[in-house]
């Protein structure tokens, strides 16, 4: 378990972009976790969105952000940016990351009960 932080939420209207942040606790690195981003609207079940593999470089990402979100990391892999393009409103949620150690992205979706989770950021896109 890692602990982890997200930051960059905000609102922003339809068309505009805002940079999610997932920093792990201060002294640790996420280089061998693959960590997911996730979002969940009230009264719905949480959703993939993107994911970054721990090794190789691999991304993956759900259909509907395809083409206008991207997960990256930071040189320092301490920190996964989850850059959001092109805002719809039905991207509005609160957002989520998570992160397993040396683990493959389909576990972090399949098994999210043995993930490191963070506290959630809000992300509302208005129309």
């Known amino acids: 378990q890692v602990p982890l932080a997200e930051s960059g939420g905000g609102s922003v209207q339809a068309g505009g972009s805002l940079r999610l942040s997932c920093a792990a606790a201060p002294g640790r690195t996420l280089s061998m976790y693959a960590v997911g981003w996730f979002r969940q609207v009230p009264g719905k079940e949480r959703e993939f969105v993107a994911g970054?593999?721990?090794?190789?470089?691999?991304?993956y990402y759900a259909d509907s952000v395809k083409g206008r979100f991207e997960i990256s990391r930071d040189n320092d892999q301490a920190t996964v940016h989850l850059e959001m393009n092109n805002l719809k409103p039905e991207d509005t949620a609160v957002y989520y990351c998570?992160?397993?150690?040396?683990?493959?992205?389909?576990?972090?979706?399949?098994?999210?009960?043995?993930?490191?989770w963070g506290q959630g950021t809000l992300v509302t896109v208005s129309s």
């Open positions: 998570a992160a397993r150690f040396q683990a493959a992205v389909a576990t972090v979706v399949r098994e999210p009960a043995s993930n490191s």
């Open positions: 970054a593999g721990w090794k190789g470089g691999s991304t």
